[in-house]
């Protein structure tokens, strides 16, 4: 029906309107069908408006100052909700900007997707010098798990569906997914559209082991004369909790936790081992592995850090990792939470055991060990200037009084001595530097603990660290996150200006008053020189629930080089 001029009525152009929708629309509608509570980015061109929209459609976009940033937050929220974590980040810069955020999530295993507007294909493809022209897709492919291309509209759903899938599927990892411009204001039949979205159905299905697999590897801990469990982050991940307690404690074995499965049982568990590590990994002769990996952080299972004729079983859920760094005597391949259900339900009442003489030997050291630690932290409580080890016995304590509280932590003094002196209680509560070691994770770990979780967030960081994404305690105070900082500050990245070998400054740092820093954003900013006053104030800071920052003052002499890694700096001439 038309008026008498021929043009369409209104009510004709409302039917129309209504009958389109565009790319923007189809990526925001096939998040919400997968379930997408959360986005971490920074908007610009081409995305920006794909941000407001997800805000308007109820999915809440956290907006940061770096890319790197919010990928970590991202990568976190893979971690601890099992689901994939979404970046969303603007063309070339902004996507290189991610793209290390992405690497580190696959190579710590964190589902993760990151979704990145693109420039023109046609202009790239053929180097035309478009604005922010680069080949996002090809430079993506080496870092991640896998990475698309969108081209068509018609192919948003099926191409978040492919990246969502392979990000939790199997071993989980980082995604890519490229979507230009064009496809981003594509018009098409809203209807038709509609069709192409569609949800994921069982996207991380169980795998259960084999029995023959599962029966070897328990014959093998039933013939040890000192069995160990080793528990890496990816035990964490599986939140298979009650199983792997329930082996761990009907077969009596001593375990040792990595750093970010700490809390899966108490850390005061009298079979931990924790305290007692170098010995329980020197002379453990069968090894169980529950998701963890015989990489650098388990000195690849070589000797003298372990012994030579140990024997390993590991518990992965990917075939290839087998055997990559020893030889694997009981290979079981499947989802951990499946892999424990099959251990505690085929082995015998009393199969598996566990002779005193171990016990005794891992309580022995473990006794000694911690002997040596409290005299330390005696000492550290009243030294002054403060020693990082003060400071982090009073975190430590008002953790133990707010157990539901999260630690981020980097660092390298800050990250050793923190894995050392605060105990964990619960799962999944501790996260930090991981796989890689590499700072910078630890604004962005916070924001997602906190947005993902609602709890409060301590963010323990050693002050070269916190430079790397300090500038998000704005995006900390925006969103008026419970989240409490502490800058362990020695003033210095290592050894600080008595290292200089030059009338300029060493490469470290001005003793900086972060905690003026949060003030400028509208946070509650404290100073504190004493444990008892890092103790009084993250106490005040955390019944707040409002962001806060503690610059804790540390002596500039404590602490050593490159923490506990400072073996893997080259042997050359000495330069000091």
């Known amino acids: 029906m038309t008026d008498a001029s021929n043009h369409p009525t209104e009510a004709e152009d409302a039917d129309d309107s209504a009958a389109l929708t565009d790319g923007i629309h189809v990526v925001v509608d096939a998040l919400r069908t997968h379930g997408v509570e959360n986005i971490y980015g920074v908007v610009g061109i081409p995305i920006t408006d794909l941000a407001r929209l997800a805000q308007k459609s109820g999915i809440r976009f956290i907006g940061f100052r770096h890319e790197s940033d919010a990928g970590h937050a991202a ?69 991640c798990k896998a990475a698309y291309r969108v081209s068509r509209a018609e192919d948003i759903g099926r191409g ?66 000192r069995p160990l469990v080793v528990l890496g982050k990816g035990a964490a991940y599986a939140q298979a909790d009650d199983a792997i307690r329930d082996f761990i404690e009907t077969t009596g074995v001593p375990y040792v936790p990595m750093s970010m499965a700490k809390g899966l049982l108490p850390d005061d568990h009298p079979q931990s081992a924790a305290t007692a590590r170098s010995l329980a990994l020197k002379r453990a002769d069968v090894v169980m592995l529950v998701g963890a990996r015989l990489n650098w952080l388990l000195g690849h299972g070589d000797a003298p850090q372990w012994s030579p004729d140990a024997k390993f079983i590991q518990v992965d859920i990917e075939a290839a990792e087998m055997d990559s760094n020893q030889p694997i005597a009981a290979p079981l391949v499947g989802d951990i939470g499946s892999v424990m259900d099959a251990l505690v339900e085929r082995s015998k009442p009393g199969q598996i055991t566990v002779a005193d003489q171990w016990r005794q030997e891992l309580a022995g050291k473990s006794q000694q060990n911690v002997a040596r630690m409290a005299k330390t932290l005696e000492a550290a409580k009243t030294a002054h200037p403060m020693k990082f080890l003060g400071a982090l016995q009073a975190i430590r304590d008002v953790l133990a009084e707010n157990p539901e509280a999260y630690i981020v932590n980097e660092g390298a003094n800050a990250l050793d001595k923190a894995r050392n002196t605060i105990g964990m209680q619960v799962p999944r509560h501790r ?48 969103y008026n996150l419970p989240i409490v900082t502490v800058v362990l500050n020695n003033s210095g990245v290592y050894r600080g200006d008595e290292a200089s070998t030059t009338s300029d400054p060493a490469p470290t740092l001005l003793k900086a008053r972060h905690d003026l ?54 042997k050359g001439i000495s330069v000091s």
């Open 517 to 570: 820093m949060i003030q400028a954003f509208g946070g509650k900013g404290y100073q504190a020189t004493t444990p008892a006053e890092v103790e009084t104030m993250l106490r005040e800071a955390l019944a707040s629930g409002k962001p806060a920052l503690i610059d804790a003052v540390i002596d500039p002499s404590d602490g050593t080089e490159s923490g506990n890694i400072a073996h893997l700096n080259p």
């Open 75 to 143: 990568a976190a929220a893979g971690f601890l909700t099992q689901r994939p974590g979404i970046c969303l980040t603007v063309s070339a810069p902004g996507f290189l900007n991610g793209l290390v955020a992405l690497a580190n999530a696959t190579t710590n295993c964190f589902p993760m997707v990151q979704i990145s507007g693109s420039s023109e294909r046609h202009l790239v493809d053929l180097q035309r010098g478009d604005y922010e022209e680069m080949d996002q897709l090809a430079a993506a492919r080496q870092f």
């Open 431 to 478: 996260l930090d530097s991981g796989t890689w070691g590499v700072m910078g994770i630890g604004m962005g770990y916070a924001i997602a603990a906190a947005v993902e979780t609602g709890k409060p967030v301590i963010a323990v960081e050693g002050d070269s660290a916190f430079g790397f994404s300090g500038i998000e305690l704005e995006t900390i105070c925006r």
């Open 160 to 225: 978040l569906a492919r990246a969502m899938r392979t990000a939790i599927s199997g071993r989980p990892g980082g995604v890519y997914l490229d979507i230009p411009a064009a496809v981003l204001g594509e018009v098409l039949d809203a209807e038709k559209a509609a069709a192409t979205v569609w949800p994921l159905v069982d996207p991380a299905p169980r795998q259960i082991p084999e029995a023959t697999a599962v029966d070897r590897a328990i014959d093998l801990l039933a013939t040890a004369e």
